[in-house]
């Protein structure tokens, strides 16, 4: 649905992240795609309402979009489907360039709201797996390794 040249834009443009429900949590995969996009560069503003003010991997906490001290490029949603939407034109009204939702979560509505409002729309993808995917790095994470499978090992 998405070609690599596409993806490749956005991640390379893209400079500060919002993680609309990033956990505190260090076996959540958001504070897994926090830390490794942190680790390459990008700026990340974790949203989570139940955690404001705290600190997930030492960036301050924020509720809502709006609190954010300066515009970002990318939303990235870390909730479900139905979710997404009200996010998605939150983004919209904050001037995000780009909304990402993560595995699993699809909101075709939201999407076209995005796109219309001349937002870049990635959907049912995420930004770390694509990011070390491009790169050429995802069997350091155990991907395509042989390291992780879901096949019964051979005795």
């Keep these: 649905m ?28 958001s504070y897994f795609a926090m830390k490794y996009l942190q680790d390459r560069g990008y700026k990340i503003y974790p949203i989570n309402p139940g955690a404001v003010g ?14 954010l001290p300066q515009k970002v490029d990318m939303v990235d949603i870390f909730r479900n489907s139905q979710a997404a939407g009200p996010i998605t034109d939150e983004a919209i009204k904050h001037g995000a360039k780009v909304v990402w939702m993560q595995l699993g979560v699809v909101n075709e509505d939201a999407a076209k709201r995005a796109e219309k409002a001349g937002l870049k729309v990635v959907m049912d993808r995420c930004p770390k797996i694509e990011h070390s995917r ?4 995802i069997e350091w994470h155990g991907i395509a ?10 005795l």
């Design 54 to 67: 705290q600190e997930i991997l030492g960036e301050k906490v924020y509720g809502t979009l709006d609190e």
């Design 134 to 137: 491009l790169s050429g790095s």
């Design 145 to 154: 390794s042989g390291v992780i499978s879901s096949r019964k090992r051979a």
């Design 2 to 29: 998405y070609d690599d040249a596409y993806l490749r834009r956005i991640l390379r443009d893209t400079k500060t992240i919002a993680m609309v429900g990033a956990s505190a949590n260090w076996n959540r995969p």
